[in-house]
């Protein structure tokens, strides 16, 4: 017997992945409904697990119960606080910048020397003890770029190429994404050995050209002057003097 059930009911299309419900959940028909409330085997006893996910008749129920007449009302995220928080994260990670700079000695004494004769260094410059390169762009706009010191270099491409945000890009986008917040010394060789040196990268990108030929042996001639190579060669030239 062939019994049609609805695509929100058809819970057994795949069994491997087929979620949990209650008997309460079931119809009359022996149909699962769409299940609201799912329940952990590991638990002792039944606990519902939090969702990440906010339907649209539970934000009403947040925006009625965020009320001014509601006691207890929640204060909204606005964006002030989102920017409040990451201006906190970029300076937590400035202060940070600033003592690597110091203890790198290449650095401490570039930042000496700048202070000392700011004339002679017209593409750096020291902002609240922190050594920034001056970019001049192709649009002629004018930035300002942190001098990272060498410690901080893995970490940096780790987060712009390994992070699960970052998405293992190539050496190009790497690159180009790095140059556009810190700036130091040779960085599209650092980013290219990087890249290159990722296994995850070599295990799952796929080669876009033909892989290189076996080498075709040619048999032993069986008389002499059977099968001639010729190779072409120019005479170099003769310099002036």
Known sequence: KITYKRGRCNCDADLLSRFPYDESDIDDNGHPHRVRCFTSTLASSTQPIQLNVITRSKSKA?????????????VPLSSDSSTIHHRSIFDLYIDRIRIEQMKDVNLS???????????????????????????????????????????????VLFLFHDHPMSGHFGVTRTFHKVREQFFFPRMYDHIKRY??????????????????????????????????????WKAPVRSSN
């Open 109 to 155: 004494n570039r930042i000496k020397s700048i202070l000392a004769q700011p004339d002679q260094y017209p593409h750096e410059i020291v902002d609240d003890g922190i050594l920034y390169k001056v970019i001049n762009r192709i649009d002629g706009s004018i930035i300002q770029l942190p001098w990272l010191p060498a410690s901080l270099i893995p970490e």
């Open 195 to 232: 890249v290159r040196s990722c296994s995850a990268c070599a295990q799952f990108n796929v080669q876009r050209q033909k892989k290189p030929g076996f080498l075709q042996c040619e048999l032993p001639p069986d008389g002499v002057f059977e099968i001639m190579q010729m190779d072409f």
């Open 62 to 74: 947040i925006q009625q119960s965020s009320s001014p007449t509601s006691p207890s009302a929640t």
